[in-house]
């Protein structure tokens, strides 16, 4: 009983993670990781367990997200293979090293500042630059991103969208796309250097892999189609308010702060997410993505703009 019971904890657990992940771009990883380590299984099994469910659930997404055009490729492929490079290096390098996160407070502090800049964009109205698409960043990020997805589990998004959604002047929903269909490489390769790294005393805990897996497959041809229906001012701005909290989480966990001041943060953090919701609504610029004035209707065309 209770062994079945955490598998359908597992199930919920995909399905809201690839919820979350696959119409904003990060989480899956994240809120899966959180999962694993509260049951008390080690960082390096858990890491990999969840790359695992994440190639299965980062397929259909890639598949849904490619369907309703939200795939911009010349990124997704300069993310992904420099993605697949870094997560290959971080799986071996979490199997061989015990100290990893010296620079986890000063990486954390930057996401947030990204994330609030994307907030403060989105929400005062900047949306999108105007321009030729730019693919210069993707590389180094996504060779950073995939890096830090084997070896925290969760690492790709928070890493990936904020400075390709900052740098790359994509639509948001493509932007969202893009990097999910690139986790795809990363996750592979991670998992294949977990078992080049360890392949006789690493273990997958397969029961919750299945589980994480099915929930995040049913999830992900909504989540999809979420990132489309969603307009795009308040899109950017929660994938930004995301950005920031999940790594505000990170960045408060290397001091010694008392309850209240973290859950005052986190309070504080909410009501400004609701008050940029609520905000106006704005017309959008003419030749705008439909998504930005229209959220119930969409032009499944894709974008013109090249790498």
Do not use: C
Not at 24 to 50: E, H, N, Q
Not at 79 to 104: H, N, Q
Not at 124 to 134: E, H, I, K, S
Not at 239 to 259: D, E, K
């Amino acid at each position: 009983m209770l062994i079945a019971t955490t598998i359908l904890t597992a199930v919920t657990a995909g399905f809201v993670a690839q919820l979350v992940d696959g119409s904003l771009g990060m989480g899956f990883g994240t809120i899966t990781m959180t999962f694993l380590l509260g049951l008390g299984i080690a960082p390096a099994v858990a890491s990999a367990s969840v790359n695992v469910a994440t190639i299965a659930t980062g397929t259909v997404s890639a598949v849904a997200h490619a369907k309703l055009r939200n795939v911009h490729w010349p990124t997704t492929l300069r993310l992904g293979i420099p993605g697949a490079v870094g997560g290959f290096a971080g799986a071996w390098a979490l199997m061989s090293l015990t100290r990893l996160d010296a620079a986890t407070p000063v990486t954390s502090a930057i996401l947030v500042a990204l994330g609030a800049a994307i907030v403060w964009r989105f929400a005062a109205g900047g949306g999108t630059p105007a321009g030729p698409v730019r693919t210069g960043f993707a590389a180094p990020t996504g060779l950073v991103g995939g890096f830090l997805a084997a070896v925290g589990g969760g690492g790709w998004g928070p890493v990936t969208m904020p400075i390709t959604l900052t740098t790359s002047r994509l639509e948001p929903y493509k932007v969202v796309g893009s990097v999910s269909t690139a986790q795809v490489f990363a996750s592979t390769a991670a998992v294949a250097g977990f078992w080049l790294a360890a392949p006789q005393t690493l273990t997958v805990l397969w029961p919750l892999v299945a589980g994480m897996a099915v929930g995040g497959m049913a999830a992900a041809p909504l989540a999809a189609w979420l990132t489309r229906r969603i307009p795009t001012a308040k899109l950017g701005s929660t994938i930004g308010m995301l950005v920031v909290a999940l790594n505000l989480r990170t960045f408060l966990g290397n001091f010694s702060l008392p309850w209240p001041a973290v859950t005052g943060a986190y309070l504080a953090l909410a009501a400004v997410w609701a008050v940029v919701l609520v905000g106006p609504r704005r017309r959008a610029a003419p030749g705008a993505e439909p998504n930005q004035a229209e959220p119930d209707r969409f032009d499944p065309a894709p974008a013109k703009a090249e790498a």
